[in-house]
């Protein structure tokens, strides 16, 4: 058969039912491979991302790629700027074990995102089965966004100072669950954590106290102003004790890593990547 660019369009033109790893090729003819869903509500969904914790109490430091790996810094307001530029990095089987960010992140045109959260280091043969939540928007909102979360972060820049909470937080869609709830959601982050988010969204784009800007609120809609305890992915400086908040997974471990007191993060939501698909 002839590449196609995503895995829906590989489940329309060629009628591939079962999830793997396919090889395609963007508009400018770069080659990758890719995982696809091809089951979950009819399939057609690319993985096109993971963000992964590497080590929680390195600060901006190596792995640190959603965020910042040079250190948290006034001067590096946007950090790595990995969710508005073509860096690539990782690969498919690795994306429980390091970060992923394949061409099809700026490549495909979709209209719908799924997420996993998977157990680090989980085979890819199980990432489905083992995954503590599974969850995608039906509402076609990156439609109007430019198709993809590259188009959507050039019009909400991941960068310190550009806005302030929560009148500048960026665009929100309802999700609808695969595996999992919105308790479940509850359960996995810190007990003061709960007043300030509503689960059952993904939101993009929200700021905190300090103006850090925070990349991806995945399975809530943030309220308050302290996201940096459930909000993955940032630019990279966050003023408040800097640098404790910076990182890919920010201040999950702000009252001790995996604790779920106060603020803290469980150890299992700690501890998982987020997988992220296009559809
Ligand atoms: C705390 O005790 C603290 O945390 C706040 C953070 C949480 O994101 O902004 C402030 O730093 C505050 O000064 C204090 O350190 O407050 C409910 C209050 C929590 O962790
Ligand atoms: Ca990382
Ligand atoms: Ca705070």
Redesign the pocket.
Known sequence: YNLTRSCLELKEKYHFTKDGVHLFITSNGELYQAFCDMTTDGGGWTLIASVHENNILGKCTTGDRWSSQQGGNASSPAGDRSWSNFATFGCTEGATSDDLKNPGYYDIKASDISIWHVPNDTPLSSWKDAAILRYHTKTNFLQQYGGNLYQLFHQYPVEYNKGKCPDDNGPLSHITYDFGSDEKIQQLYGP?SHNEFEPGYVQFRVFN?EKAALAMCSGVKYNGC?S??VCIGGGGYFP??SPRQCGDFT?FD??GVGTHQ??SASKEVTEAAVLIFYR
Request: no cysteine; net charge negative.
């Open positions: 003061l106290n302290n940096e305890h408040e004790a201040a702000w009252n106060s603020w």
